[in-house]
């Protein structure tokens, strides 16, 4: 059986399909302003049995493929519990979502934290901050981690930290250092919401955010604990669906 | 909620916003040429206004739609209650504060007391200092003292004068109204529950200005009909929706999108733990003390406002409503910069999951509709963990 899930998040459309519990193929495409004709761009001509949906457009799916939906919170808990086993807490950073999951040794959900509703500290954010430096994103995690200082950021909202970067480079500060100061803001904000759940051992970084180095390299150092990244983090909440679709149909 | 199923309030307003109806009952008060005064809160001792013959009536503070208005003064970083309130009064949109003729307030946070301060020249208005550690020897004492002054304030404006009798006989209208809504909720604790949160609203907005003997032939009907429903197995909702607890700060208007995204991913509103709930109706007034004034404060002392410090009582009445209600989840609401509900809600969320091992979710929120993607993506996940 070919299980399909479908990850509308709000920056990137994210599709995995499954055969036999490996993985035969994914696809990614940017949201747009038209998540639904992303999504369908994204499954048109994939052959699948089942398909469930996931992610903040999932419910604007689901009335298009009357498919099963599931929060990405769930999504995310399936889908790292299968790629390593032993997880136990999770940290998804999206475009405008961060998450913090953890899991009973079991696997099932047992408490979760979630950013306000904001953008602060989140993919979004991330951009933004590498726009308003004219960085690309992977120039912007290389430089901040050629940084030995970081300017300090102190606002977390993304209008006004995209000021305070505007105001620091014209003071003349260093652009890496700047650059090293935003990755150390948003990670700072994503280990107060770890600590609020604080679950112990290593951690599973998933979302768009964990392709940055510079954000892997600081939550380690931060946290003082491993931390695990999937060859693709962003996939991990398709990936997740996908077998939910799969233990549905066979009503395991 | 099923369409074929008679509605419990079946009058004119059945399907209505439940603030109609009280509106409409405060209008015939008038009519009888009854005095209204305006509350906006769960401390304002509603048995000597009732005794001094005036009806309270509980003031708008759940709408977004005035919420820009008041924001040409007040900053925009303040609980949206308060600064719904201020603008529903400066656009002179709510009626019920149209047709008070008094209004009371008390000093339960920062944000309102300063708030009050703006209005005072609207309407004959009282402030009551409340006593924040209501487990000190003095507060009693303290809180006697507001409800006396309040009752010089209610007996100048008025030109008129009450009794302890009178006063007494208050205490139990105010008894009877909290037995007979009890008698209700024995219904809404029933598995699966035969009535819904907002058939609810419905009745808590009316108790709100009519007495307890005024209630209580309509919850004698009610009663009977909740009875039928059970017995015809009426489900409200699905059969297998997942039981939750709603507690934290009062929810009403545009903060009820908590309550649609919980019915919207399957969940089930058994226990509505607010002052817009069932917190009113948590504990009787000792009747026959000799004293009315002095029972009246002690009952109010109790309220477990998160105002209180410490606030022992809101973690032993919720274990008593989750006894009772049984719900599979707990969300705590808390309205943007409500300081108390939101720290409070740490040791809300080590209670329930820690004693009764329930999935637990803080919402911070305000009027505006701008979160609702990101609430029902939170619900839905604890939801989920029931599973």
């Known amino acids: 059986m070919r299980a399909a899930g479908l990850d509308i998040g709000s920056r990137t459309v994210k599709l995995a399909v499954i055969e036999g519990g490996r993985t035969i193929l994914t696809r990614k495409t940017l949201t747009s302003h038209d998540p639904l004709d992303a999504a369908r761009t994204l499954i048109d001509g994939v052959r699948y049995d089942v398909i469930v949906a996931t992610g903040y457009g999932r419910h604007l799916l689901k009335g298009h493929l009357d498919c099963p939906v599931i929060s990405e919170i769930k999504a995310f808990a399936i889908g790292a519990k299968a790629l390593r086993p032993s997880c136990r807490v999770i940290l998804d950073i999206g475009g405008q979502d961060t998450k913090a999951i953890c899991l009973t040794e079991a696997g099932e959900m047992s408490k979760f934290e979630m950013n306000d509703k904001c953008a602060a500290g989140t993919g979004r954010f991330l951009e933004i901050m590498a726009n308003a430096l004219s960085y690309t994103l992977e120039e912007f995690s290389k430089a901040a981690l050629s940084a030995e200082e970081a300017e300090k950021i102190n606002s977390m909202c993304t209008v006004f930290a995209e000021s305070e970067v505007i105001s620091l ?73 996908a077998l939910y679709a799969t233990r549905q149909a066979k009503g395991t | 909620m099923n369409d074929a199923v008679e509605p419990l309030i079946n009058d004119e307003y059945a399907g209505e916003p439940p603030s109609k109806r009280v509106l409409a009952y405060l209008q015939s008060q008038r009519k009888r040429g009854a005095k209204i005064v305006g509350t906006y809160c769960g401390y304002a001792p509603v048995e000597l206004i009732r005794a001094l013959d005036l009806v309270p009536a509980t003031l708008c503070a759940f709408s977004n739609a005035t919420i820009d208005a008041a924001e040409t003064v007040l900053p925009a970083n303040l609980c949206p209650l308060i600064k719904s309130s ?112 907002g058939e609810l609203y419905d009745i808590f907005f009316l108790a709100q200005s009519a007495t307890g003997r005024e209630m209580a032939p309509l919850v004698d009907d009610i009663l009977k009909k909740l009875e039928r429903r059970r017995q015809d197995g009426y489900i409200y909702g699905a059969p297998e929706s997942t039981r939750v607890m709603v507690t934290g700060c009062p929810v009403a208007g545009d903060a009820a999108k908590v309550f649609n995204a919980i019915e919207a991913v399957g969940g089930m509103i058994v226990a509505l733990d607010a002052c817009s709930g069932m917190k009113t109706y948590g504990a009787f007034i000792e009747e026959g003390t000799g004293d009315p004034i002095g029972a009246i404060a002690a009952r109010y002392l109790t309220i477990p406002c998160s105002c209180m410090t410490p ?20 969300v705590d609401v808390v309205l943007q910069a409500c300081h108390s509900y939101n720290v409070e809600s740490h040791k809300v969320g080590e209670n329930v999951q820690d004693k009764y091992g329930l999935p637990f979710l803080k919402i911070v929120t305000d009027y505006s509709q701008s979160d609702i993607g990101q609430i029902r993506t939170r619900v839905e996940a604890l939801l989920e963990m029931c599973k």
């Open chain 1, 169 to 241: 480079t014209a003071q003349g500060a260093k652009r890496h250092e700047v650059a090293l100061g935003i990755h150390k803001a948003i990670v700072s904000r994503s280990i107060a919401l770890l600590k609020r759940i604080a679950p112990p051992g290593e951690l599973f970084f998933a979302g768009g955010v964990a392709f940055n180095e510079c954000v892997r390299v600081l939550i380690a150092e931060e946290l003082r604990r491993p931390v695990f990244v999937p060859p693709d983090p962003q996939i991990v909440g398709a990936f997740g669906a």
């Open chain 2, 86 to 197: 201020y603008g529903f009064i400066i656009t002179d949109t709510c009626p019920f504060f149209g047709i008070s003729d008094a209004v009371v307030g008390e000093t339960t946070c920062d944000g309102k007391k300063k708030m009050f301060e703006l209005i005072t020249d609207y309407k004959p208005m009282h402030v009551m200092d409340l006593p924040q550690l209501p487990d000190e020897p003095e507060a009693l004492a303290q809180w006697t003292t507001m409800i006396y002054k309040l009752k010089g304030f209610l007996e100048r404006v008025f030109e008129r004068t009450t009794t302890d009798e009178r006063i007494e006989d208050a205490i139990s209208d105010t008894n009877l109204k909290i037995r007979k809504m009890n008698q209700i909720f024995d219904y809404v604790a029933l598995d699966p529950p035969v009535v819904g949160w």
């Open chain 2, 311 to 330: 606030n022992d009582r809101r973690l032993t009445e919720m274990d008593k409503v989750i006894e009772r209600f049984k719900p599979d989840a707990v």
